[in-house]
DNA sequence: AACGGTATGATTTTCGAAAATATGGTCCGG
DNA sequence: CCGGACCATATTTTCGAAAATCATACCGTT
């Protein structure tokens, strides 16, 4: 299924087939809704659409051409996720931010994370090993290339979200992986929203180097702690540049 | 905002105003997308839709009197529970059951459930313990008016999952109360699974009691090995009864 | 001026037709 | 007799118009 593959890699002054240089409406799904989906979904984590802001449908069908069924299966579907906010009868909205809410978002990552941790570092095989060592390789790469505002760089966001998946991706609950994926998307918008306001990254290369060295070593009692850290601190991090934003709501 | 309170209370024979006498189409929510997700909801919990069965628009149409996009918003709300399982432009299926997913949701509702009893025992007030009371005293009652088939009846099912619910209502995170709420749906839908094939429901009654008792009493260790124990001898009980349900998907 | 009710405009929600896609069967060539 | 391409049918997916609902400004009354 590589049937549009070339579309986006190569421009089409010689393309030799008409049709499919057309820009395909579904770039990541087979629908249109899933693909809708999944772009307002980058669009609120990165809080291109600001946190409360009101999602009318209006905007929406001009901006993503799309008719109001459609717009609506992927607003229900994110209101789900619990990152769009459905007021029956009054529209939706993009979710409101809180200090309430990153506390427990924060929280419920660490319960569930700590666990997928340990199961992983009992049960991950050779291929587990491989996947952190090569996720964590790629993420430092793209932060030697640019270190500058890592949040900003797509690929690094991507890198960091693989880096992190892979490291729980052994623990064997499909179940519980969907429920920390989801956790993982709030609490990135969450570090978007203090990101504009943080003066300087801190290092967080050193902090995932040291996650993967213990987790490789089946530490996990050391690689728990450090995780828990890693995300209290980043959560805490985000409460202390992001306060304007979070006690005006 | 009361202004439908009186339909379901009273019987409208001398109803003086005609139009409050017509059977509303909505019952459990504002708009009709949201009462047809709770009626779907409740209808794949209850097994009244079994595992795997296609979920086709033209039967939807019929059952429930809605249009195609209507239905297609309630079952894609359904999907991002759990309950229904979306094949991208092959259409919906009630989520299928398996042995292994069993297990997985039983072990997250461990992780989960325990943590939250466990907050919930350190920071319920007096209006938790009350709640906690009451839900078992109204649960008792019921038992007692009828011994038999308890899955069978609504009143029973409402009155189960409230007292659930408010033993870990004092935990003080939205978030995770959420999580739990989804977990705890799948799993009753299991229950519902084994239900038919169970020779005779054991003694929940001393179980509810003894939890109640030791969140009551401040015992945390107490109760979270009781409710541990609690769901996974549940959860065994439905993959006794229901294996020839669950090796053969 | 304050209040309550009402008309008006804006917005959401719902519908069934139309387009897009999958499914199943048939025919043909090997 | 088997396998693959093609067509017809069944089903899903998408669309924009129409109905329902909400928000706001206006008006008359107290």
């Known amino acids: 299924m590589v049937v549009g593959a070339a579309s986006w890699a190569i421009d089409s002054t010689?393309?030799?087939m008409p049709e499919s240089a057309i820009r395909p409406r579904k770039e990541f799904g087979k629908t249109i809704a899933a693909d809708i989906t999944h772009r307002l979904r980058e669009e609120i984590i990165a809080c291109a659409l600001p946190p409360g802001e009101p999602l009318r449908f209006d905007v929406l069908r001009e901006r993503f051409g799309a008719s109001f069924t459609t717009l609506r299966e992927a607003l229900t579907a994110l209101a789900a996720e619990g990152l769009v906010d459905a007021q029956e009868q009054r529209g939706f909205r993009v979710a409101p931010v809180s200090r309430q809410d990153l506390v427990e978002v924060t929280d419920a990552r660490v319960l569930i994370e700590v666990e997928l941790i340990r199961r992983s570092i009992q049960r991950g095989d050779d291929d587990w090993e491989i996947a952190v060592i090569s996720t964590l390789h790629r993420l430092k790469r793209i932060e030697q290339r640019d270190p500058e505002h890592p949040l900003r760089d797509p690929e690094w966001k991507i890198a960091h979200r693989q880096f992190h998946q892979a490291l729980v991706s052994a623990c064997g609950s499909a179940t519980l992986l969907?429920?920390?994926a989801e956790l993982f998307d709030r609490a990135e918008r969450y570090r978007h929203l203090s990101a504009n306001?943080?003066?300087?990254?801190?290092d967080k290369a050193g902090e995932h180097q040291a996650?993967?060295?213990?987790?490789?070593?089946?530490?996990?009692?050391?690689?728990?702690?450090l995780i828990e850290s890693h995300i209290r601190s980043t959560a805490d991090n985000v409460a202390k540049y992001a306060t304007h934003l979070l006690d005006t709501e």
């Open 14 to 16: 010689t393309d030799p």
């Open 211 to 225: 996650i993967m060295q213990a987790a490789i070593s089946r530490n996990a009692d050391l690689a728990t702690q």
């Open 197 to 202: 306001f943080r003066p300087r990254p801190r």
């Open 178 to 180: 969907a429920i920390r």
